[in-house]
């Protein structure tokens, strides 16, 4: 599977980001994605995760002002990012995993820098 992820970039706290990512060449229904993060010098962390029947869930930290939503005829999911705050500041990583075995599977990473 691969998952190119586009949309990061340099904004001024209180903006808004949208982040896609899509997936590819998978041999398997994609079911679960979702998007995690990692600051510098911090473990990733799951942002927010959304199945195929639409039910979500996300990181307290972002309840409220990032909306996570998906196009299953393209195997896409895209994160609405408002509100920014410079803690969101992270390398911003999309992330699906194999309905059955659970092997996960992740993107390259998209830069979202929120400046004060």
């Known amino acids: 599977v691969q998952l190119q992820a586009f949309g990061g970039g340099l904004v001024q706290a209180g903006g808004s980001l949208r982040l896609s990512c899509a997936a590819s060449?998978?041999?398997?229904?994609?079911?679960?994605m979702g998007w995690y993060r990692q600051a510098p010098g911090k473990q990733r962390e799951l942002v927010a995760g959304?199945?195929?029947?639409?039910?979500?869930n996300y990181a307290d930290s972002v309840k409220g002002r990032f909306t996570i939503s998906r196009d299953n005829s393209k195997n896409t999911v895209y994160l609405q990012m408002n509100s920014l705050k410079p803690e969101d500041t992270a390398v911003y990583y999309c992330?699906?995993?194999?309905?059955?075995?659970?092997?996960?599977?992740w993107g390259q990473g998209t830069q979202v820098t929120v400046s004060s």
């Open positions: 992330y699906t995993r194999h309905p059955i075995t659970g092997l996960g599977y």
């Open positions: 060449g998978s041999r398997f229904s994609i079911n679960y």
């Open positions: 959304i199945t195929t029947v639409g039910s979500t």
